[in-house]
Every structure is written in structure tokens, then in C-alpha cells.
């Protein structure tokens, strides 16, 4: 039998380890549930009012398979007629197939084949791969002053877009209007990354005369803006990888916090207990 100081002092020490019990506890508990704001802020380290010039600037080049859309245009409409002709160009694939790319007369389009080429009105075939916009714009002029007075030549890129996967809250494919977007405005057309997305390293794959390069940007960093991604290419592809507390997690018992709460009440009852019987 104890004696009542015998048993005092038992009780005292369990009360000791049931407390050193429940830190550990709530400790495990804050690894799982807790991020520093240095996990989750862009562009930390920018002062107010700070300037800083995106000096990677990004100007498109038209790639085999991009689809343009060329509409020419005169004083003499009739005269530009011939030259927005619904004609289609025959394209070959990779594994010797032909197919056609269908158009329309109020916005003739033309697919760039694996020459590099489109097959153009009158003039035939046009070399426009790794040519810009403005360029092809100009060569064009230039072909149609032979035909027409004062040209005028209007082109777009018809399929600009960006892919955006891994830990952001709406992965997808995405169309872009125009021929500049960011990789912030592609985070943001994808409504921004999850809690979970790995904000200092996310990759963007770009490929670049039939190789896939793999760039890794900082997000966290002002540095960003410096980077030769934060202007997106067409096709461009940003994974956002998942941060290291999600990549172990995903191995263990996703109950692992819930069962540390539930042995947490327990093991505050009991102290409770310990408290009523000893009074």
C-alpha cells in the first residue's frame, strides 16, 4: 500500500509525463498543420514602390503546327479578294499522313506544316517558321505590292495556349487571346496554386526546336521577374510540384493528425482524472 505522500508524490509524477505527453502532442500536431508565411508569399523582399523591370522580354516565333490567321486588306477590296481565299493547306504529320486545315473567307487560317511553310494565295508556299508576327507581316506586304496598292496585312496567332497542372486549384488547358501572357496571369487564370504547391521551385517546360527544355523559377523570389519564363511561349507547360510536407504525407496515414487530436483528449481525460480522484 502507499502511504499518502507515497502516493502523492506517484500522482505529481504522473501529472509530469501525462504534461510532457501532451507537448509532444501539440508539437506533432503543429508539424502537420503549420507553414511559415516564407512558404507562401510571392515576392517576398520588395520594398515599397520598388521598380523593377522585367528585362527578359518575350516575343513569340510562329512553330510548326501553330495555326495563323492572315487577312488581307486594300483600298481596292476587290483586288485583295484572291488573297483571303477559304483555301486549305495540306499538311503531312510525322507519320506521312496528309490532312487539310479548313478555313473560312472572312478569317482564312493556315497551318504551318513540318516544313516550316504554309501554302498561301497566289504566292504559293511562305516560309513562316521562327519568323515573329511583325515579320511575317512584312514579308507579306512586300509579296503583295507586286499585286496590290498599299497592302495591308493583318496577323494572329490563333493557338496560343498554356497548360498549367500539378497543385493549383484549376489544372487545365488555357487560350490565350493575345501572343503576352505572364506566369503570374497563368497562375491566375488557373486560380492560383493550392496551400499545398511548392512555391520556390515551379517548372515550366518549353519546347524549343523539338526539345523540351525544363526551366525552375522561384516564386517567392522578386527575381522572378528576371526570369526568361515570366513571359510564356505558346505550348508552354507550368507544374507546380507539391511542397515537402505534402510529398510526405502522401506515403503515410493521411488520419495521422486526427488520431494525434484523438489521443490528445485522451490523454487530457485521464489527467483530468488523476486531478479529481486526488482531491
Request: a positive charge; aromatic letters at 6%.
Amino acid at each position: 500500500m502507499f502511504t499518502k505522500n507515497a502516493l502523492a508524490n506517484h500522482n505529481n509524477l504522473l501529472r509530469k509525463k501525462i504534461y510532457q505527453l501532451i507537448c509532444c502532442l501539440v508539437v506533432s500536431a503543429s508539424i502537420f498543420s503549420c507553414k511559415t508565411k516564407h512558404d507562401v508569399l510571392y515576392f517576398q523582399n520588395s520594398t515599397n514602390l520598388e521598380q523593377i523591370a522585367a528585362t527578359k522580354s518575350f516575343t513569340p516565333v510562329f512553330k510548326i503546327d501553330d495555326i495563323l490567321s492572315i487577312v488581307v486588306s486594300a483600298s481596292d477590296m476587290e483586288a485583295a479578294r484572291p488573297f483571303n481565299l477559304g483555301t486549305s493547306t495540306a499538311i503531312t504529320s510525322a507519320e506521312g499522313a496528309s490532312s487539310t486545315a479548313g478555313t473560312s473567307a472572312s478569317d482564312p487560317s493556315y497551318l504551318i506544316g513540318t516544313d516550316g511553310s504554309i501554302d498561301f494565295p497566289v504566292i504559293g508556299k511562305l516560309k513562316v517558321s521562327g519568323l515573329t508576327r511583325v515579320e511575317v507581316k512584312e514579308v507579306l506586304k512586300e509579296k503583295l505590292k507586286i499585286y496590290i496598292k498599299n497592302p495591308v496585312v493583318t496577323v494572329r496567332l490563333k493557338n496560343f495556349k498554356i497548360t498549367v497542372i500539378g497543385e493549383v486549384n484549376g489544372p487545365g488547358s488555357y487560350s490565350i487571346p493575345n501572343e503576352r501572357i505572364t506566369i503570374i496571369e497563368a497562375l491566375g487564370l488557373a486560380r492560383d496554386m493550392t496551400i499545398k504547391g511548392n512555391r520556390t521551385n515551379v517548372v515550366v517546360i518549353r519546347e524549343i526546336d523539338g526539345v523540351s527544355t525544363y526551366y525552375r523559377v522561384d516564386l517567392t523570389a522578386k527575381t522572378i521577374f528576371e526570369s526568361p519564363v515570366y513571359y510564356l511561349a505558346q505550348n508552354d507547360v507550368i507544374y507546380v510540384e507539391p511542397n515537402e510536407s505534402q510529398i510526405k504525407n502522401a506515403g503515410s496515414n493521411p488520419n495521422v493528425l486526427a488520431i494525434v487530436l484523438s489521443v490528445l483528449g485522451i490523454a487530457l481525460s485521464v489527467a483530468n482524472l488523476i486531478i479529481v480522484a486526488d482531491r
